[in-house]
Nanobody, 119 residues
């Protein structure tokens, strides 16, 4: 199993920056991909950015050019650098890790961290 703990959420003004962190523990060697998702009030949870085992990254169109995902394997920590924040970025941000064991995929979620962007 994989345990994930997010941190770094805060209240920030539009145009500002934040860096979120996700500390992973447990069976981290089995992680195939790890990423950030977010859920705004009244909306479905959506992909923000992911990074695969080989290093390939994917971003939602709405955050391309503003957000950057990175990981520190030595610290088992995933980061999300968020720049030029907009009020529509307001959401709870979740870290998700995906593993595969005996051909079965498993998803692990953190508890989330609140990001609020004021206009």
């Amino acid at each position: 199993q994989v345990q994930l703990v997010e941190s770094g959420g805060d209240l920030v003004q539009a145009g500002g920056s934040l860096r979120l962190s996700c500390a992973a523990s447990g069976s981290t060697n089995n992680i195939d991909a790890i990423g950030w998702y977010r859920q705004a009030p009244g909306k479905q949870r959506e992909l923000v950015a992911t990074v695969r085992f080989g290093g390939n990254t994917d971003y939602a169109d709405s955050v391309k050019g503003r957000f950057s995902i990175s990981r520190d394997n030595a610290k088992n920590t995933l980061y999300l650098q968020m720049n030029s924040l907009k009020p529509e970025d307001t959401a709870v941000y979740y870290c998700k890790a995906m593993t595969t064991r005996m051909g079965i995929a498993f998803n692990y979620w953190g508890q989330g961290t609140q990001v609020t962007v004021s206009s």
